[in-house]
């Protein structure tokens, strides 16, 4: 299967579009520029700004960059710190709920005896007056 002409183009432009300069076969310096050791030093004359690589990103020259690994890792820390925080203090407060509770519980248990003891009193004096009402008559 042959392929097309159309695809062995190549992408370059032609050679007539280039600009070649001479060069000297000496050197391979251009003949035409200033031998200036200054140049090399001196800025461009005009900064083209063609390129998004020039540009800054919106985030960035607002001051919003990527996170680095260690400040994930130090938030992430923070988070588990956070956590850890909000279940032990949820953790003590079950833990003074369940002592009023026992205390509570205690106290109705204390209470229920006291009222244990009251009534086989009562009952015992009933009993004893019964006794003598009944060997009375």
């Known amino acids: ?4 002409p159309r695809r062995l183009r190549s992408k370059a432009p032609p050679l007539s ?3 070649v300069r001479p060069q000297s076969p000496l050197t391979g310096l251009n003949p035409a520029a200033p031998d200036d050791s200054d140049s090399a030093s001196a800025p461009p004359e005009k900064v083209y700004n063609t390129r998004r690589g020039n540009q800054l990103h919106p985030a960035a020259v607002v001051g919003l960059q990527k996170r680095t ?3 994930i890792s130090q938030g992430a820390e923070e988070k588990r710190r956070e956590k850890r925080a ?10 003074g709920i369940q002592h009023l509770e026992d205390l509570g519980i205690e106290q109705l248990a204390a209470l ?3 009222k244990k003891r009251e009534q086989e009193e009562e009952d015992e004096e009933e009993d004893a007056r019964l006794h ?3 060997s009375n008559t």
């Open 1 to 4: 299967m042959a392929s097309s």
């Open 17 to 19: 579009r280039l600009s």
């Open 69 to 71: 690994r260690t400040e």
């Open 86 to 95: 909000r279940t032990d203090a949820r953790d003590a407060k079950a833990r």
């Open 112 to 114: 229920l005896d006291k």
């Open 132 to 134: 003598e009402v009944e």
